[in-house]
């Protein structure tokens, strides 16, 4: 008799948005006449730019020819996307990653679920609460999370790293050491950022204690401040100890057109084996490559007419989270994130738990949001708005809020 993996019954039911679907589902069955909008899931709303547009269109075209038609690609990925990646960002940013430390995907999500597959289940990890949920999830699908514990919202073998707002959103160093790191800058929920000065740490005391750091970069287009890095490898010392996932959906708009990449340095390594090595060895069997046209695709997101119209973009969404944070913070609220980031993180008032108030601004002001303590424990008592709407509903939805 075949036995299946039993780590997945230890999951608890991932209820958030379909929760939040279900209670906004009831409410306009209740109320037809109003007009909900929209700031809580984290998916882009504008189309896909000229450029890539362009770019798909060629290639499908290219597709269709014998010449120039394409097969499976390479399992690394065209070298014409790796290095139009290295050039742009990390060169430019005055770091040397080689085209065969760039392992191109269909998605950050993917590739942060999937790195797992190359560490021993015996090996601790520590997450940032809240915290984006793959991170857990899937290191307990694999059995190294342990039991999850209900009454906490935990699980029992994981760190949890608390990011409060004494410390800006950011972890601190933990007490018990952990042997792998999770890392999200700029942070999905919190939309907190952390500085050059600050990472450095982390990447000193992952190569003090011999932990890896897996390095979620997903938002790292919208960095505005100076002094945050766009990648860990900016850190002295990070090629030795840090993987960095990245993502074409929050830059370019990939989320349904799905395209990312992982950098694993060459000088990573563990009892002399390259992690580098392990990676490659599991995306070449696991793995057939992210279809040509959409590499094209991520081409041209690189192109002068690609990075000036995806700029745009980022700037139409900061545009609507700068209207968030200080329409928010005007209306009396704490309030963070927004600045380097698309997610605009607000405490709730002193009575409300975070679903109270998701009740409450759904109710009073027709606008849906997401509870913070859908990203865990350390979210209760938070919300998070997202600036990923049109200019106009955001805008609406803050006065909303303002009259509340
Ligand atoms: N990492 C973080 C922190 C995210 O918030 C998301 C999506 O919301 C992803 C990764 C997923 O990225 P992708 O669409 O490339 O799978």
């Known amino acids: 008799m075949f036995k299946i993996n039993e780590n997945y019954l230890k999951l608890p039911g991932s209820y958030l948005f379909s929760d939040i679907g279900k209670k906004v589902k009831e409410f306009t069955e209740a109320n037809p006449d109003k007009k909900i909008i ?3 899931i984290g998916d882009v709303t504008l189309p896909l730019v000229p450029a890539v547009i362009e770019a798909l269109h060629k290639a499908t075209d290219d597709m269709a020819v014998k010449e120039t038609f394409k097969g499976y690609a390479p399992d690394l990925g065209y070298e014409f996307l790796r290095s139009a990646i290295g050039e742009n960002d990390f060169k430019k940013r005055g770091v040397d990653i080689a085209v065969d430390e760039i392992f191109i995907s269909d998605g950050a999500k993917s590739d942060s679920g999937n790195i797992g597959d190359i560490f021993d289940a015996d090996n ?3 997450v940032c609460d809240p915290v984006y949920p793959v991170y857990v999830d899937t290191n307990a699908m694999e059995g190294r999370a342990g039991n999850y514990l209900p009454e906490q919202g935990k699980w029992s073998n994981v760190i949890y790293m608390p990011c409060t707002k004494e410390t800006n959103f950011a972890p601190e160093l933990p007490k018990e050491e952990p042997d792998i790191i999770y ?4 942070n999905n929920p919190t ?3 952390i500085n050059k000065t600050e990472l450095q740490k982390w990447v000193d005391y992952a190569n003090k204690t011999g932990a890896v750091i897996i390095y979620d970069g997903a938002y790292e287009a919208y960095i505005s401040e100076e002094d945050v890095p766009h990648s860990i490898y900016e850190c002295d010392g990070a090629k030795t100890c ?3 996932i990245r993502s074409f959906s929050k830059n370019a708009g990939f989320t349904g057109t799905r395209l990312g990449f992982t950098v694993i340095p060459k000088e990573l390594k563990c009892g002399g084996v390259m992690l580098n090595s392990l990676w490659a060895r599991r995306h070449g069997t696991k793995f057939n490559g992210a ?6 695709a991520g081409a041209a997101v690189y ?3 690609g990075k000036r119209q995806t700029k745009e973009q980022i700037a139409y969404y900061m545009k609507n989270a700068k209207v968030i944070r200080e329409g928010l913070t005007a209306a009396g609220y704490n309030v963070s994130g927004g600045v380097n980031a698309p997610y605009i993180w607000l405490e709730t008032p002193k009575d409300m738990t975070s679903w109270q108030f998701f009740d409450y601004l759904l109710k009073e002001a027709n ?3 997401t509870p913070g303590s859908g990203f865990g424990p350390g979210g209760e008592g938070y919300f998070r708005l997202t600036a990923f709407g049109t200019y106009e509903n955001t805008l609406e939805a803050i006065e909303r809020i303002k009259k509340l």
């Open 183 to 186: 890392l999200c800058f700029p």
């Open 242 to 244: 840090a993987i960095e």
């Open 367 to 369: 606008v849906v949001g």
């Open 191 to 193: 939309g907190a950022a």
């Open 291 to 296: 279809p040509y046209i959409i590499q094209a």
């Open 38 to 40: 929209r700031l809580g």
């Open 124 to 126: 601790k990890i520590a």
């Open 303 to 305: 192109t002068e007419e």
